[in-house]
Antibody
């Protein structure tokens, strides 16, 4: 069964860069799927960060684009997120998810990781 | 960028039917997808495409679209359906957007 697992620091300092990794199990990252990141501040709604293809093509949320970099490591079957210039507003649960090819033009995330809480604080 | 608007909260009596709506211009060109998120858990996809349910999602959940409004209908709501529900879509530029979420209370 396909599983995604986020890993990274739980606490980071303002102005630092956050680095998260999503390990994909029992499914090859080299497929027709895209791979995405979504975040959720505690008690608030979901915010799309970006998604990428294993070839390296990326789409980023325009509001985060200047601070976000996504990459993939096919040899380790994982993909990563870097978010720089952190502020307290970046405190959130960060989820990685699989995004299959669109159906009826719709974009959807069918498999999610359990999420990891990242707190930005000095 | 596009936006999706959801009612913050909706309630339904046990066993009754409830509709949760999502409005946005991007829905004129692509179907919404819907997610259920229970407290302390990751979101779970419940509807995608025109009206498709992933394996394991009960047929009590259904989706529809009219113009710029997508709806998630829960028929015969159960206590276990109490959760936050989010819609999402993608606009023509490829950007993904989520609605603000609707808290469903089953009375």
């Amino acid at each position: 069964q396909v599983q995604l697992q986020e890993s990274g620091p739980g606490l980071v300092k303002p102005s630092d860069t956050l680095s998260l990794t999503c390990a994909v199990s029992d499914y090859s990252i080299i497929s027709s799927n895209w791979w995405g990141w979504i975040r959720q501040p505690p008690g608030k709604g979901l915010e799309w960060i970006g998604y990428m293809f294993y070839s390296g093509s990326t789409y980023y949320n325009p509001s985060l684009k200047r601070r976000v970099t996504m990459s993939v490591d096919t040899s380790k079957n994982q993909f990563s997120l870097k978010l720089n210039s952190l502020t307290v507003l970046d405190t959130a649960f960060y989820y990685c998810a699989r995004m299959p090819p669109p159906v009826g033009g719709s974009a959807f995330f069918d498999i999610w990781g359990q999420g990891t809480l990242v707190t930005v604080s000095s | 960028s596009s936006e999706l608007t959801q009612d913050p909260a909706v309630s339904v009596a046990l066993g009754q039917t409830v509709r949760i709506t999502c409005q946005g211009d991007s829905l004129r060109n692509s179907y919404a997808s819907w997610y259920q998120q229970k407290s302390g858990q990751a979101p779970v996809l419940v509807i995608y495409g025109k009206n498709n349910r992933p394996s394991g999602i009960p047929d009590r959940f259904s989706g529809s679209t009219s113009g710029n409004t997508a709806s998630l209908t829960v028929t015969g709501a159960q206590a276990g359906d109490e959760a936050d529900y989010y819609c999402n879509s993608r606009d023509r530029s490829g950007d993904v957007v989520f609605g603000g979420g609707t808290k469903l209370t089953v009375l």
